[in-house]
């Protein structure tokens, strides 16, 4: 290899680190400044899926904000859309939940509800959400035994903390759509809408696609 | 070996070039004084929002090509809880200039949704009613560009022969909107006089 052309390839090799995407800024509202505890990049996915598209989900009753308990069983009959995020105060999930808090009218359009669920405790829930400016939907914890719901779906991460996973729960109990998104990126909204337009489609079949 | 001295030096060159290039992009916001990012931007699909920004259907425009002499440039976010609190004291500000014939087609105010996909632009602006134009930038291209800024930010950006400076930068809300307007065209006539009311 001759000097100009181990030159070409030096310089390509920076051209191309400086093409590379770098990570997206999530977290970034003035809200949470000072406040979330700033993460590097994790492994975009730890864990390995329990159920699956067209399964019963798992039923689950969890502790929620107002002190007392949530099932899933509860609201048969409607959509159920399960935000699991993996931890409080952490850049990502911290600016999740606060989009979804404008979307009750949208859930509502789809006849759906929203389970948020974390693997936090209920006084660290309580303090996050409120830095929120409060939820419209059910905030669960998943915190004893630690994990136990994240684990049956199959979203429990080694680190015990959970993915950053989408479950989207059928009236009859049937998982119809599962996003087990990179933990380090937020899952984009058209997803969700798109599945639960399928949903209520009249020419739902009952089946994902 | 005075080839392998060349290969590393040429690399450290373009190291640093690539460190610095990267510097200009992230960390802070453009300064007071500053030319504003020479973004693209995707043309408003709303013939009202063409019409207000002064531009023509096309593909894509650049911010100093909008027809004012002074922009309010809004960094938000649907999944920013402080910028949803804000929304209405910024549709204020928008009907403050609309109902100031002296400021109605000088000043005009448009938003940049960082990392927000379309629908969730939209989502934003349908909640809160937002009359001016706001761009998803679902990929973070104008937020990098603009320093990778905390939100709400608010800049003011002056438009003269083709360039766009920045002359107010600023984070989180205003404390409220005739005394952030006021602000706006105060600094506005001290970087030029063309803007004031």
Known sequence: ?209 | MKRLSEILATAFLCGMLVLSVSADVSEAAPPVGSEFPDVEIAVPDSKEHRNYLGLKRGESFRLSQVAADTLIVEVLSMYCPFCQAEAPAVNTLYAMIEDDPALREKVKIIGIAAGNTKLERDMFVDTFDIPFPVFADADFLFHKALGEVRTPYFLGVRITGGAATVFHSSLGAFEDPASFLSLIIERSRSNSAEVSP
């Open chain 1, 1 to 209: 290899m001759n000097v100009s052309k181990s030159l070409i390839f030096v310089c390509a090799f920076f051209l191309l680190a400086l093409w590379m995407p770098t990570g997206e800024v999530f977290g970034f509202s003035e809200a949470f400044e000072g406040k979330v505890f700033e993460q590097k990049d994790q492994k975009p996915r730890d864990s390995v899926l329990k159920v699956a598209v067209g399964d019963r989900a798992p039923d689950f009753e969890l502790p929620n904000l107002s002190g007392t308990r949530t099932s899933l069983i509860e609201f048969r009959g409607k959509n159920v859309v399960i935000s699991f995020v993996p931890a409080a105060w952490t850049p990502v999930c911290s600016d999740q939940w606060p989009g979804y808090n404008i979307l009750e009218n949208l859930f509502a359009d789809f006849n759906a509800i929203l389970l948020g669920i974390a693997v936090d405790n209920i006084p660290s829930l309580y303090a996050w959400t409120r830095e929120m400016g409060g939820l419209w939907f059910p905030v669960l914890s998943d915190f004893w035994p630690h994990g136990e719901t994240a684990e049956r779906f199959g979203v429990l991460r080694s680190d015990g903390t959970a993915e950053r996973a989408i479950f989207i729960i059928d009236g009859e109990g049937i998982i119809r759509y599962i996003d087990v998104h990179d933990i380090n990126r937020r899952p984009p909204l058209e997803t969700i809408v798109d599945q639960l337009k399928r949903m209520t489609s009249p020419d739902d079949a009952g089946r994902n696609d």
